[in-house]
């Protein structure tokens, strides 16, 4: 998963970065309240981690903009703050967020806090080698996709986009999203490879309104495969 981390004191940022990273997640270090919702509006990730007293924007206002802006996914949001008191951990809650941490905690508490909230906001992602979406069905273990009952071949990287896809349905990725998570950060990707990779999902699993689904392009953002209901198609 892709999170985001919002603290001012860098040897957190690092404790959380390095916790998280190792269990598998990528992560991004903010300092700034400011510099992280600049990030969320041209990227998306997939959990944000926030503290309470950050320079220029605070958490707690970082929490209320993301609840009163991202409207077509609940983005998960944990604080972890040294703030204990009742009533602060009270207000927090309150404004949106899922879970609220107390500082100092544990590497395995936070990773075991934040698997938890994950699969709670992610159901589909549950750690099960077989999923599958109405007439698509994807081995993780096999790395091998099905359309019906008709095997598919894909390439590693076709069969990674097209998971990650389905698993985030009707949800906007960036395209920084995508690059993170299936060319795992890359820098010297061409730009057209992912349109490349994009365009041949569409032939291979026939991501069609017909077919009850659209992969479209979001102009200068990223990709969404939607589902499409059968008088949209028409």
């Not at 998306?44 to 926030?50: A, E, I, K």
């Not at 395995?108 to 099960?128: C, D, H, K, Q, T």
């Not at 995508?178 to 010297?188: F, M, N, S």
Request: hydrophobic residues 40%; contains cysteine; aromatic residues 8%.
């Amino acid at each position: 998963m892709r999170i985001a981390v919002l603290d001012d004191d860098q040897a957190q940022t690092d404790f959380v970065s390095q916790t998280l990273t190792a269990a598998g997640h990528t992560c991004y270090a903010f300092k700034e309240g400011k510099a992280l919702k600049k990030r969320l509006q041209r990227e998306t990730f997939d959990l944000l981690v926030l503290d309470w007293n950050v320079p220029d924007m605070s958490g707690e206002e970082v929490l209320k903009w993301v609840r009163a802006n991202q409207v077509e996914h609940r983005l998960p949001i944990i604080f972890m703050t040294s703030r204990d008191d009742e009533a602060g951990i009270t207000q927090i809650l309150n404004a949106g967020a899922d879970d609220y941490v107390v500082k100092p905690v544990s590497g395995p508490i936070l990773r075991a806090r934040i698997g938890s909230l994950l699969r709670r906001a992610y159901p589909v992602n549950a750690e099960s080698s077989i999923r599958e979406f109405d007439n698509y069905k994807f081995d993780a273990n096999l790395k091998q996709a099905y359309v019906g009952d008709k095997p598919v071949s894909l390439t590693q990287k076709e069969f990674e986009l097209a998971l990650l896809l389905f698993q985030h349905l009707d949800r906007p990725l960036s395209r920084a999203h995508i690059l993170d998570l299936v060319w795992k950060q890359a820098t010297d990707i061409p730009s057209r490879t992912m349109d490349t990779h994009i365009s041949m999902l569409r032939t291979k699993l026939g991501l069609r309104p017909e077919n009850g689904y659209r992969l479209a392009p979001i102009y200068g953002y990223g990709y969404r495969l939607e589902r499409v209901m059968q008088g949209d198609a028409e």
